[in-house]
């Protein structure tokens, strides 16, 4: 293994496959495992050092398959559990880790737990695995409290008996097809633990936690008692209910024992990064992070700031002192299957970065500019960083699918308000022409915009000015620099260098990291000079004069 060095993690790149869109090898339309293991060679060569798999369980996928049925069997149009073995094994030939998606907060409404406690009556041990309650007022009719699904409409939904008659509620902070698990259930803590372990045992590196801060709930279930809130934020609330609970840390602790565990096998101890969505301001994300609990979580602070200097300068010392605080790296995040694509983000005017997909223009071009301007930043800064399939490409959020497309669940559940995420979940185009661009032999899943055609793997392969060749170029300068890889003479991890702030314009980002390396980011609008006995490693655009133009970034070899 390439990357063999125990504390990969704390300055690994990690590229995040969504199977179900990044390579079909069985011409079904729909990615699969055989997809991954045709392109594993392609990462290796992109120079990532990990792949985050999202889930590939069997699950009857109302969730993108983050409503999971059995958490130990893969489903059947991504493959068989041998295939995943291989794959893992295949992965590690190469150098790259592999982190898998586990999903404690809930299973699917066909996993074997919910089947029993459907079938078991009130008050009865199956039911106490998830949270079934009776409903208030007359005939029970209304729903136990008064929590939102984060997908819209009541987090409740009642059942009904074999006859129809209505009887219990059950909560699904997501889906009605995700029912929420009770974490205060030690059977709920042992199952999990076990999971863990029956994927460790095939040499997966680590876990991504889904919804990392939702699994402790209030016991008495209180009403929250407001309706507006955007749910996949942070809570605006202390002492929220049912997210950022400091019942979750417990959980945590006894997964860092059950993955230290490993510490004397081939793959070392192994690492778990949590999706956190917590309230910034209050410091709660370095709460996960401390010494015996998680490894890494994602860094949503940052992907939140607009393409303003001053903004993610802030997000930038923030992050970096509060981790410090509890001796975790940082990680940064552009783009994920959950939010919109950052070449759209960033080609939106500044007061709508946040606004739903589709509904605001777009200046594509620019977009991508500061994308590209923004990788080189991403991928300088202290810690780790990761990488969401296509980013790579350049690709934009498809804002046009056919709304007979949308395959999302807040489409519906947002009464055709909100078109959801699929936008950012297009299956990847690889080379060639339509029907699939590569991605497979049949029409994908997502139709790909037919522009794609000029943005594939194999279009941009040896054009020297394109995006992917910014990625493999730029993931090349970082393994090779012990200042930002933290790799020694011996290719071991070290410690990487301090970021330390250069004084600069009010809308120019510059820092150091060691006494030899630089990265400066104009966000501005005028040219910034750059010191001129610096040698240029790589820059996002060229760079005329030796100027610095807007919306540039580079990174220079500086004599100190
Ligand atoms: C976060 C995942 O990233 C998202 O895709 C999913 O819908 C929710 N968690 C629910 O599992
Ligand atoms: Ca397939």
Request: glycine content about 8%.
């Amino acid at each position: 293994m390439s990357n063999s060095s125990p504390n990969w993690w704390r300055t690994g790149v990690i590229y995040q496959i969504y199977i179900r869109s990044f390579a079909d090898g069985n011409g079904d339309g729909i990615g699969d495992i055989a997809g991954i293991r045709s392109r594993l060679p392609y990462l290796a060569e992109l120079g990532v050092d990990a792949i985050w798999i999202t889930p590939w369980y069997v699950s009857p996928m109302a969730d993108g398959g983050y409503d999971v049925a059995d958490f130990r069997a893969i489903a059947p149009e991504f493959g068989t559990l041998a295939e995943a073995e291989e794959m893992i094994a295949e992965a590690h030939q190469l150098g790259l880790r592999v982190i898998l998606d586990i999903v404690p907060n809930h299973t699917s409404d066909q996993h074997a737990w919910f089947k029993e406690a459907l079938a078991a009556d009130p008050g009865s041990p199956e039911r106490a695995r998830y949270w079934f309650r009776p409903g208030h007022g007359p005939d029970g009719a209304f729903p136990p409290n008064d929590w939102r699904s984060v997908f819209g409409g009541p987090a409740w939904t009642r059942l009904l008996d074999e006859e129809g008659v209505p009887e219990e509620w059950y909560l699904h902070l997501f889906a009605p097809e995700q029912p929420d698990l009770n974490w205060s259930n030690p059977e709920v803590r042992r199952e999990f633990e076990d999971i863990l372990r029956f994927w460790f045992d095939r040499g997966v590196d680590g876990f991504r936690i889904d919804v990392a801060h939702g699994m402790d709930k209030h016991p008495a279930l209180p009403d929250i008692g407001w309706d507006d809130e955007e749910l996949l934020a942070e809570p605006e609330i202390a002492d929220h209910p049912h997210w950022d609970r400091d019942g979750v840390h417990d959980i945590y602790r006894s997964w860092r024992a059950v993955a230290e565990s490993y510490a004397g096998t081939p793959e070392g101890a192994r690492v778990f990064v949590a999706e956190a969505w917590v309230r910034t301001e209050a410091n709660r994300l370095a709460r996960y992070l401390r010494p015996d609990e998680l490894h890494t979580a994602f860094n949503f602070d940052f992907l939140k700031r607009g393409w303003d200097a001053a903004q993610m300068r802030a997000s930038v010392d923030h992050t970096l002192s509060s981790l410090n605080e509890v001796g975790a790296p940082p990680t940064w995040v552009l783009s994920n299957h959950d939010v919109i694509r950052h070449v759209t983000r960033y080609g939106r005017a500044a007061e709508d970065i946040a606004k739903p997909a589709g509904t605001v223009p777009v200046d594509v071009e620019l977009g991508r500019a500061r994308a590209r301007a923004a990788t080189l930043l991403m991928l300088s800064l202290p810690g780790g960083a990761y990488v969401y399939q296509g980013e790579e490409l350049g690709l934009a959020e498809v804002e046009d699918l056919p709304v007979e497309a949308l395959q999302d669940p807040i489409w519906e559940r947002s009464g055709h308000k909100h078109r959801g995420r699929d936008g950012c979940r297009v299956p990847l185009p690889w080379s060639g022409e339509e029907p699939a661009l590569g991605f497979g032999d049949a029409q994908p899943w997502l139709p790909q915009p037919a522009e794609w055609k000029e943005l594939t793997v194999q279009a941009q392969t040896g054009d020297p000015n394109s995006v992917l060749s910014l990625y493999r170029q730029a993931l090349s300068v970082r393994r090779s620099l012990a200042e930002l890889s933290g790799a020694s003479a011996s290719g071991q991890a070290g410690i990487e260098a301090e970021l330390v702030w250069r004084d600069s314009d009010a809308d120019v980002l510059a820092f150091d990291r060691g006494s030899s390396f630089r990265c400066v980011v104009n966000l501005g609008s005028e040219p910034v000079e750059l010191p001129a006995d610096a040698e240029v490693l790589l820059a996002s655009a060229p760079l005329p004069d030796g100027k610095l133009p807007n919306d540039t970034s580079v990174w220079l070899r500086i004599s100190s």
